[in-house]
Each structure stands twice: as structure tokens, then as C-alpha cells.
């Protein structure tokens, strides 16, 4: 019996049946598979450019790398007499229940706005066409495997910026904590470090967010890769975020210090090579923790039990239907994603108002203004299509404002960027907020005057009221981050982005002056103005 059941079973995991008929094969699943995925080509791409130009999502690109890896290590487990899913008629039907499942989603995150069901269509539809062509059988075998498949689902942007503002305040304090154990005087204020007279701001950049993703996602991987207890994988896996944090402390131990004696040169080198430093020594930590707990584990029961009998082919027209619904859903969702609305809709707008930003003039009346470079990181993260950050002088009154307008081509690059979470993530403190409106000639802007204040380590606290509002194409003014959220969800008109303004002014000038300003100021700006609104 167990001979027989052996060569049943190295049989299937060949792609044969009992009775020597192939099963299933490279054509027929990767076929349809191929077809699974191009019927949500567009959720796939969008997945693919936030794994590239989110840093906080790029560990996605090693979800197929950790797949790999799980599989090589030939940690199936075994179908076992009685109990096969195969056995079942639903099983066998599980296939076009996936894939109609995954349309149902992919069609309402599209038009009802819902990233994560988009996203999560698209890969159950992918798998139930798999499991149409190749049966349930290969994804119960590697079950972590196909468990690793949903690190592919992107982490909605508001859950991120949840997670990090809180993570930044503590990495900040932790860092701060261990400096001045080993006797360095280092000061804090929310986020922001101040040592040797640099302040170093703890921001997303390096908060330690994108190394729990990937590091979770790798110890997922190893600790499934190995025969381990389900109560020490648990564990380890609860362990993981913690050890994230700690890794990016001592990055930022050595970090703070070369900031603080040469915060041009040594400082970016130390905090870009410490980065990649702690994920290679976290990595080696954990595979030596692995090795430790395996061989401290006892070998279970189920390592020496036989593999279970293959159950026996389902008759042919009962394997042929479910792969025909499976087929006739891919072709109507075809036919459905063709009809959306694609990014190339949006692509004339946003040359307008590129040119539209070329056309804004640095002097106007008796104001002088001069470009200003945004903050690298601030760059990397927002993917704008313009950019503009300007400080502005009146000549008469030697009064100066700060003026940045950024609109980007996809409107989720801003959701969670607005002054209350960037502020106090650099240090400033919120003391209030009051809503006010503007008359720009025929155009109301409806916005926010926040008033903020930072302490320094000597002399007396700095103070700035920022008056800040939002454009959303074919809209009007905005105050609440709500609105950007809405134009990010709604994939009929993310294509045509978000832009957000900041006007920088003095908290000791009067409203009434500082009123006057912005209106002077957006004045010269109307035309970019106007055009974004327009959509």
C-alpha cells in the first residue's frame, strides 16, 4: 500500500493521474491563466506602478521571489485518502466560482471606488482560472504559497499614512532614548531630531514602514519554508514587526551622528547605505533564528505519514464544463474592462497644465519671487506632474511668503499629505485651524488657516500660519483631504489627479494683510489655477 501510494502520488505531482493520462499540463493552465490576467490588465499595471514608484509598496516585487522560493522547497502537503478537494463537486467547480468572485470585485472597486477589491479581483480572478485548468489540488498542496499571493494586494494609502505618522514619532523617541544613554545631547521634537545644531527629521523615508513589509514578508517565506510548529511560526511572525523597529533604530543611531557633523556629505551616504546595512543584517538574523528553532524542533508525526491516494479523474465533460464557464466569464469581463476609462484619457490635461505652470510669473507688481527646491524625499513620494515652490519678497514692505502649488497625475499620490500630518511630522505643533474663503476675481477658493508653531532648542519658538486648499479637477476648492480621497478613489477620474496649495506666511502679520497677500499671489497664479479646475 504505501508503494502504491507513493508512485500515485509522485505521479500527480508530475501533472499525471492514476491511470496514466496526463491531468493537466503547462499549455492548458498557463493558457488560461494568461487570459485570467489580461482581463484585468489595467488592476495588474496599477499594481506594478505602485511597487515601483512607492517604496513603501515595493516589496510586492518580491512577492514572486517568495512564491518561488516556497515551491523549491517542496513543502507540499499531501492530499490524503477521503479528504482530497478534488472529491467534491463544488471543488471542481471552484474555479468559475473564483473567477466570477474576482470580476464581482474588480467591477465594484472600479466603479465604487474601492482600491483593495480592484486590486484583490484581479488576483482571485487570475487564480480561479488557474484552478479551472489545473484543479484545486496544486494551490491545497502549497497552501503557503498561494497564502504569499495576497502580498500582491497593495496596502490602501490612508492605512499606510495611519501606521507611519505614529511609527515616525516613535522610531524619534527610541532613537532619541539611545543616544542620550551613550551621553550624546540630542533634543526632540515630535519626529524631528536636533543634534550638533542639524535637525534631522525622522519622515516615510525612513521610519522603518517599507522594512516591516518587506522583512514580514520574508520571514512569511522562511518560516513556511521550514518544518516548524504552527504555534512557533506565529510567534516569529509577531515578532517580526518589532524586530523592524529595532533594525531601524540602530540605522538611525549612526545616521543622526554623521548628519550632525556633515549633514551634506556623510549624512545622506550613512542614511542610504544603513538602510540596505539593516535589512541584510536583519535578514541574516532571522534565517540564523530559523536554523536555531528547526533544529531545536522535534520532528512532527505527520513528517513520516505516507502521502494520501490521488482521488480518480473526474469524467471528462464534468472537467470540461467548469473550464468552459471559466472561459465564457474572462471573455464578458474582457469585454467590460474594454469600455473604462484608461490614463491616456487624461494625458492633453496634464500638458496643459504644464504649460500652464511655465506661464506663472515670478514677478508680478511689486513682488519678486525666486524658485525653491521641495525636499527630495517629498519629490520621490508625490510624482508630480508640477511642481512649484516659490518664496516671494515685496520689495516696499520686505514682507516674504511662501508659495507651493503641486498637482500630480494620480490623485492618490496626495491622499494623507496635508499640513496636519506633515507638520507635526517635522516638529511643528497645530495650535488651530479656521476655515475662511477668497474671492479670486469670479472664483471663490474655499480654504483652511493653520496656525503653527515649532521650539527650538535656544531662543524663542518659530511661528507660521498656513493657508492651504485643494483643487480637484472638474471641481472646485476644497479644505478636506475627503475630497482628494473621493478623486483617488474613483477610477473614471483618478487619471486627472489632485493638486494641493500652501501659502507660507508669518504668524505675526495681520489677517487682513495676509489676506491681501495670498490674494496678490494667487492672482498671478490664476491661469494654472483656473485649468486645473477645469479638468
Avoid at 221 to 248: D, E, G, I, Y
Avoid at 329 to 334: K, M
Amino acid at each position: 500500500m504505501r508503494a502504491t501510494n507513493a508512485s500515485a502520488f509522485l505521479r500527480a505531482r508530475d501533472g499525471r493521474s492514476a491511470g496514466g493520462s496526463v491531468q493537466w499540463g503547462p499549455r492548458p493552465w498557463g493558457i488560461l491563466v494568461l487570459v485570467g490576467i489580461g482581463a484585468c490588465a489595467a488592476a495588474w499595471q496599477d499594481i506594478l506602478q505602485i511597487a515601483l514608484r512607492d517604496e513603501e509598496a515595493s516589496h510586492i516585487l518580491l512577492v514572486p521571489l517568495a512564491c518561488a522560493w516556497l515551491l523549491s522547497t517542496g513543502r507540499a502537503v499531501p492530499v490524503r485518502a477521503g479528504s482530497p478537494p478534488e472529491r467534491h463537486l463544488a471543488a471542481r467547480w471552484a474555479g468559475p466560482l473564483l473567477v466570477a468572485a474576482g470580476a464581482l470585485l474588480s467591477v465594484a472597486g472600479f466603479y465604487r471606488a474601492i482600491a483593495v477589491f480592484w486590486h484583490a479581483g484581479a488576483l482571485f480572478v487570475a487564480l480561479g482560472s488557474f484552478v479551472a485548468a489545473a484543479g484545486l489540488g496544486p494551490l491545497w498542496r502549497h497552501s503557503a504559497a498561494t497564502a504569499t499571493l495576497a502580498f500582491l494586494i497593495p496596502v490602501p494609502g490612508m492605512l499606510r499614512q495611519g501606521l507611519s505618522v505614529p511609527l515616525q514619532t516613535a522610531t524619534a523617541w527610541l532613537t532619541q532614548l539611545v543616544l542620550e544613554l551613550i551621553g550624546l545631547e540630542v533634543g526632540r521634537s515630535g519626529s524631528v531630531l536636533h543634534y550638533h545644531g542639524v535637525q534631522i527629521a525622522v519622515a516615510e523615508a525612513c521610519n522603518g514602514l517599507r522594512m516591516m513589509f518587506a522583512l514580514f514578508l520574508v520571514t512569511w517565506a522562511s518560516v513556511f519554508s521550514r518544518r516548524l510548529s504552527a504555534r512557533t511560526r506565529v510567534a516569529v511572525l509577531l515578532v517580526t514587526p518589532l524586530l523592524a523597529v529595532a533594525c531601524n533604530v540602530l540605522r538611525l543611531l549612526p545616521t543622526v551622528w554623521f548628519y550632525g557633523r556633515s549633514p551634506d556629505r556623510l549624512g545622506p551616504v550613512a542614511h542610504e547605505f544603513g538602510g540596505w546595512l539593516m535589512l541584510a543584517l536583519a535578514a541574516a538574523w532571522l534565517q540564523a533564528m530559523l536554523a536555531w528553532l528547526s533544529r531545536r524542533q522535534r520532528r512532527s508525526a505527520a513528517a513520516g505519514e505516507e502521502p494520501g491516494r490521488m482521488p480518480r479523474e473526474p469524467a471528462r465533460l464534468s472537467r470540461r464544463l467548469p473550464r468552459l464557464a471559466t472561459t465564457l466569464l474572462l471573455i464578458a469581463l474582457f469585454l467590460e474592462t474594454a469600455l473604462r476609462p484608461a490614463a491616456a484619457d487624461a494625458a492633453p490635461f496634464h500638458e496643459r497644465i504644464a504649460i500652464a505652470a511655465r506661464l506663472a510669473p515670478l514677478r508680478f507688481g511689486d513682488w519678486s519671487g525666486r524658485e525653491v527646491a521641495l525636499e527630495r524625499a517629498a519629490v520621490e513620494l508625490l510624482h508630480a506632474n508640477v511642481a512649484l515652490s516659490r518664496i516671494f519678497e515685496q520689495r516696499v514692505t520686505g514682507r516674504a511668503a511662501g508659495f507651493t502649488l503641486v498637482q500630480t497625475g494620480d490623485a492618490r499620490d496626495l491622499v494623507g499629505r496635508y499640513p496636519p500630518v506633515c507638520y507635526p511630522a517635522n516638529g511643528w505643533s497645530q495650535e488651530s485651524a479656521e476655515d475662511a474663503e477668497l474671492l479670486l476675481e469670479d472664483l471663490s477658493i474655499a480654504y483652511r488657516r493653520y496656525a503653527f508653531s515649532r521650539g527650538g532648542a535656544t531662543g524663542p519658538p518659530d511661528r507660521v500660519d498656513v493657508l492651504h486648499f485643494m483643487l480637484i479637477p472638474g471641481g472646485r476648492s476644497e479644505r478636506e483631504m475627503q475630497a482628494v480621497q473621493s478623486a483617488a478613489a474613483d477610477y473614471t477620474r483618478r487619471f486627472y489627479g489632485a493638486a494641493q496649495v500652501l501659502l507660507v506666511l508669518p504668524a505675526e502679520v495681520p489677517r487682513d494683510e495676509q489676506e491681501r497677500i495670498a490674494d496678490e499671489i494667487l492672482r498671478s497664479h490664476a491661469l494654472l489655477i483656473r485649468e486645473i479646475l477645469r479638468g
